[in-house]
């Protein structure tokens, strides 16, 4: 057991609960309704992709973003206008996110319950200010967390910005989280240690390979949650 008093930083959506399923199932609903006789599925996901990149890009993350990606995507690839039927329909996709209740991954509320006791923990996510502070507050897992920080994006820079505010020191300090992309690659760039927990609907955007850690700092692989007590 670890007795030296860490700082663990943690990602939220598919690391503490669930979060893409329901956008894929979206997605699905949405391909569906579009039904596409030129495109197939996965052409029509693939070009859903891009425009997502673009979007998240101009507007940022959250289901306001994820809305008007879906009413682009049905734009570009059907001659029909977007009625007010249609984009009544296309919101509803989005909607059926918004209502979800939060589904906590296996063992989170059991191993933060005893990491809080060692440990200072802070929650790092990205996405809509409001609606990571709206999960966060349903999930009950609020005060586990001695600090709250909503990124626009997960950079190397905006990690350094945190690990100067909350006073973190690097050698000592872990990121965790599911994306190689914005939990774990820029955190071991900026200096963190990091711990990869991969989830298996880990958004496509997300992906990435994930690095090596540069010298004299670590990096865990685990496949479940409760696994971090045998580290810390």
Same mark, same amino acid.
């Given at each position: 057991?670890?007795?030296?008093?860490?700082?663990?930083?943690?990602?939220?959506d598919?690391t503490l609960?669930?979060?893409n399923?329901?956008?894929?199932?979206?997605?699905s609903?949405?391909?569906?309704?579009?039904?596409h006789?030129?495109?197939?599925p996965?052409?029509?996901?693939?070009?859903?992709?891009?425009?997502?990149?673009?979007?998240?890009?101009?507007? #940022?993350?959250g289901l306001?973003?994820?809305?008007?990606?879906?009413?682009?995507?049905?734009?570009?690839?059907?001659?029909?206008?977007?009625?007010p039927?249609?984009h009544?329909r296309?919101?509803?996709?989005?909607d059926?996110?918004?209502?979800?209740q939060?589904?906590?991954?296996?063992?989170?509320t /059991?191993?933060?319950?005893?990491?809080?006791g060692?440990?200072?923990?802070?929650?790092?996510?990205? #996405?809509?200010?409001?609606e990571?502070?709206?999960?966060?507050?349903r999930?009950?897992l609020?005060p586990?967390?001695?600090?709250? /920080?909503v990124?626009?994006?997960?950079?190397?820079?905006a990690?350094?910005?945190?690990?100067e505010?909350?006073?973190?020191?690097?050698?000592? =300090?872990?990121?965790?989280?599911? =994306?190689?992309?914005?939990?774990? !690659?820029? =955190?071991?760039?900026? #200096?963190? !240690?990091?711990?990869f927990?991969?989830?298996?609907?880990?958004?496509?955007?997300?992906?990435?390979?994930v690095?090596?850690?540069p010298? !004299?700092?670590?990096?865990?692989?685990?496949t =479940?949650?409760?696994?971090?007590?045998?580290?810390f």
């Amino acid at each position: 057991m670890q007795p030296l008093r860490l700082t663990l930083l943690f990602d939220a959506d598919d690391t503490l609960w669930e979060n893409n399923i329901y956008f894929e199932r979206a997605i699905s609903a949405f391909i569906s309704f579009l039904d596409h006789r030129v495109h197939t599925p996965e052409e029509v996901r693939e070009r859903l992709n891009l425009i997502e990149q673009a979007t998240v890009r101009q507007h #940022g993350y959250g289901l306001q973003s994820f809305r008007k990606s879906l009413i682009a995507c049905f734009e570009q690839l059907t001659t029909e206008a977007v009625t007010p039927d249609k984009h009544e329909r296309i919101v509803s996709f989005v909607d059926s996110i918004g209502t979800q209740q939060i589904e906590l991954l296996p063992g989170v509320t /059991e191993t933060l319950t005893q990491l809080a006791g060692r440990h200072r923990l802070l929650l790092v996510t990205k #996405g809509d200010l409001a609606e990571q502070h709206d999960k966060l507050e349903r999930s009950g897992l609020r005060p586990f967390f001695s600090g709250v /920080e909503v990124l626009p994006e997960k950079t190397v820079s905006a990690y350094r910005v945190l690990i100067e505010h909350h006073a973190c020191e690097p050698e000592h =300090s872990w990121m965790i989280g599911n =994306s190689p992309r914005s939990d774990i !690659n820029p =955190s071991l760039a900026a #200096g963190l !240690n990091a711990v990869f927990i991969p989830h298996d609907f880990t958004w496509v955007l997300e992906h990435e390979a994930v690095a090596a850690p540069p010298p !004299n700092r670590q990096l865990l692989e685990l496949t =479940s949650f409760v696994e971090l007590l045998r580290h810390f």
